[in-house]
């Protein structure tokens, strides 16, 4: 069985826009840039799609020097600078930004109709699985591979693109859920745990090309993908993983899988 790269995704604001790239550093955080900046309400809570599904009409782009921002005709560029550290939280946890200021704030404000600011992580977050992360929700990289989603499409009355389910890591090889038999994954000196399913929710079911909303693919995938998890029940598609490798990983590789 040969296991290959085949897209590699950093998402530089949570829940906006993703960036396909053909190749990422691999830190201990997660793809490097991934989830490092972050839209927050007044009182510090994160903004994400399940609320303000507009956020996927962002198109971010981060170099570690510049960040630009597409929405529509309109363009944001910046180089992010030092400011005020305020305290933020993801899913109730808390965790520090550095705020990015009146006119980034007064753009996306404009964009979205909402009243946010942007942050830029800062600090340490910790996971409980032994890691850290930036914004990411559980673990700081998640998986999915390519006939997971094509198994799913052939139960879809219109096919989804790989954007609907924003993974940082799409291999090929595994087969359909193949990736839910498999504790790592081994790219040179990259490797990957994975610790858990990827448990999904609404977002899935936002175009990321219009922000529209609709009932799929949550609607089939509840029907034959839901699993006790953590003392509940979620919606399982994909893995979620923690580097214990650093390195490159890059589109075409071969990966060994275990």
Request: aromatic share 6%; net charge neutral.
């Amino acid at each position: 069985m040969t296991v290959v790269v085949r897209q590699l995704n950093v998402y530089p604001i949570k829940s906006a826009g993703g960036t396909s790239v053909s190749e990422a550093e691999v830190l201990a955080t997660g793809l490097r840039y991934d989830r490092e900046f972050m839209v927050i309400r007044s009182d510090g809570r994160h903004l994400s799609q399940r609320e303000v599904p507009g956020l996927a009409l962002l198109r971010p782009s981060f170099d570690g020097v510049k960040l630009t921002v597409q929405m529509g005709y309109s363009t944001l560029v910046y180089e992010p600078e030092p400011g005020p550290v305020r305290d933020v939280s993801v899913h109730g946890q808390a965790c520090l930004g550095v705020d990015q200021g009146d006119e980034v704030a007064a753009w996306l404000g404009e964009m979205l109709r909402e009243d946010v600011r942007l942050v830029r992580f800062a600090g340490v977050r910790v996971v409980k699985r032994g890691g850290s992360m930036m914004y990411g929700d559980g673990e700081p990289i998640s998986v999915l591979s390519v006939e997971s989603l094509d198994d799913l499409n052939g139960r879809l009355a219109e096919p989804l693109p790989m954007r609907r389910f924003r993974p940082n890591v799409v291999v090929e090889g595994l087969g359909a859920y193949g990736e839910d038999a498999v504790s790592r994954i081994r790219v040179g000196e990259v490797e990957i745990e994975l610790i858990r399913p990827c448990g999904r929710c609404v977002i899935i079911n936002t175009d990321q090309d219009t922000g529209r909303r609709g009932r799929e693919p949550l609607k089939t995938l509840a029907a034959y993908r839901t699993s006790s998890f953590e003392g509940g029940r979620a919606i399982m598609f994909g893995r979620l993983g923690v580097p214990r490798g650093l390195g490159t990983l890059r589109v075409g590789e071969v990966a060994v899988c275990s």
